[in-house]
């Protein structure tokens, strides 16, 4: 098989690019405030990411997105998008908070960005507030707006927690319905530092499935393309959602992904914490180093990860 291919076979076709592990948000579940963040003098210049995004390019990786961290606090954030547009990738796309995003998405549509994915965790100012520990959730809406304007792909990412948000579930999809968005709905995974602690607030996907049954919502199961992260499902309303059940229903079999620190460390798995500097490897040593990163790839899902997400880039 050529291409990058892992020892089990699985093809490597997507990258994550953490920019920053900086973040404006502070959301509970994702990070500390006193997690240690890359410093901007560690971070790979626009010019070192395309050139590592090139090289895997050319060994079939057709998908690219950028996240954090909060990609919008990297000030070089349109010479990164312009750079990696050249590159004629399949998909490009960002994970983003929203609220630095809105002014910034024609300059970066026109630069080559395909798709977005927005997260916002609740439609209610004070839970918002709650969780993220500031910010304001109508900013996201904003933005959420200004994308569909533009004609961009977006998909909402929604983390239910147990007694704070999952009651919301069917207000997503509604807003599904409404704006014409794919709204996923994310399992809290065992990540970060408080990941015990933060289990209390798990919620399956298997019960929030449910609960939009229950409440009337006819749901037709759509096809699920290899290496997808989601199940999805076509609404009554004509809505489209999904599930991101990370937890209950691991998609590690099929993953397609690969992740690049902001610093150019390059990584197998969200779930963990050991890669290898690619920041500056001569074209020479690409191959080998390459290699050496897939053979970490688990193949079974690890059952947690001390590191906080802003750190591996979500
Ligand atoms: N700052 C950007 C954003 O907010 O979309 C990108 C990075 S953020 C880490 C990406 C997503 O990961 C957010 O939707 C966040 O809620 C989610 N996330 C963080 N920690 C998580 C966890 N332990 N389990 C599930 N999702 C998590």
Not at 21 to 48: I, K, Q, T
Not at 75 to 95: K, W
Not at 125 to 154: D, H, M, N, S, W
Not at 222 to 244: K, Q, S
């Amino acid at each position: 098989m050529s291409g990058l291919v892992d020892p089990q076979g699985r093809r490597i076709r997507k990258l994550r690019i953490s920019l920053t592990e900086s973040c404006n948000l502070h959301c509970f579940h994702c990070h500390r405030e006193d997690a240690l963040a890359a410093a901007p003098a560690d971070w790979l210049s626009p010019e070192e990411i395309a050139a590592i995004v090139a090289r895997l390019a050319a060994q079939g990786v057709d998908q690219v997105r950028l996240t954090g961290g909060e990609p919008t606090l990297r000030p070089d954030l349109h010479e990164i998008v312009a750079r990696l547009g050249r590159l004629s990738l399949r998909r490009l796309g960002i994970t983003s908070n929203g609220l630095l995003l809105g002014p910034l998405l024609p300059a970066l549509q026109a630069a080559g960005l395909h798709n977005l994915n927005l997260s916002l965790d609740s439609l209610d100012p004070v839970r918002f507030e709650r969780i993220t520990g500031a910010g304001e959730q109508g900013r996201v809406l904003e933005t959420l707006a200004q994308a569909r304007e533009l004609g961009l792909e977006v998909k909402l990412n929604v983390v239910l927690f147990r007694g704070i948000n999952d009651d919301e579930a069917l207000a997503f999809v509604e807003l599904a319905e409404r704006r014409g968005i794919v709204v996923r709905f994310l399992e809290l995974m065992r990540i970060g530092p408080d990941h015990e602690q933060n289990r209390r607030y798990y919620v399956p996907a298997a019960e929030t499935l449910a609960r939009i049954r229950q409440a009337g919502v006819r749901l037709r199961a759509l096809r699920r393309p290899t290496g997808a992260t989601a199940f999805e499902y076509r609404t009554g309303g004509g809505g489209r959602i999904g599930f991101i059940a990370s937890e209950s229903r691991p998609f590690c079999a099929t993953c397609s992904r690969l992740r690049l620190s902001a610093a150019g460390v390059l990584r197998s798995c969200l779930m963990r914490e050991d890669g290898l500097s690619v920041r500056g490897l001569a074209a020479a040593e690409w191959p080998e180093a390459v290699a050496r990163v897939l053979s970490w790839k688990p193949v079974l899902r690890p059952g947690h990860v001390d590191q906080p997400m802003v750190r591996i880039g979500g």
